[in-house]
């Protein structure tokens, strides 16, 4: 079984994506992941496939998907670090929220989480102190 710490953006972005379109819901459809991303059906399988070995989605073939504990564990790491950047670039460096949201994407896949850790202890001492 391949670990969670060594997917990659892309596959984080599915967990991700996966959490935001299903929120409370149990399961999602592939259809739905690949609209929202804007890849193939394919494209989502090959990932789910991957995402299905690391134990984070569960899937029949081609039937619906749905985050394990430890994927919904995931992808709520993966958006909060996401939320955490986000504001950062926003709230303190006063960049616009459209390129604060693109850059975010980018970022929330290489920080550490020692580094995430103090971020946001920062955050709350400046923002909500």
Known sequence: MMTAHKLSASNEDYLETILELCGSCDQIR???????????????NKAMGILREAGLVEQEHYGAVRLTELGRNRASEILSRHAMIKRFLIEILGIDERIAEQDACRMEHV???????????????????
């Open 111 to 129: 920080i550490s989480d020692a580094t995430r850790e103090h971020w946001l202890r920062y955050l709350r001492d400046v923002l909500d102190g």
């Open 30 to 44: 592939s259809v739905e992941i690949a609209e929202h991303l804007h890849v193939s059906k394919a494209s989502v």
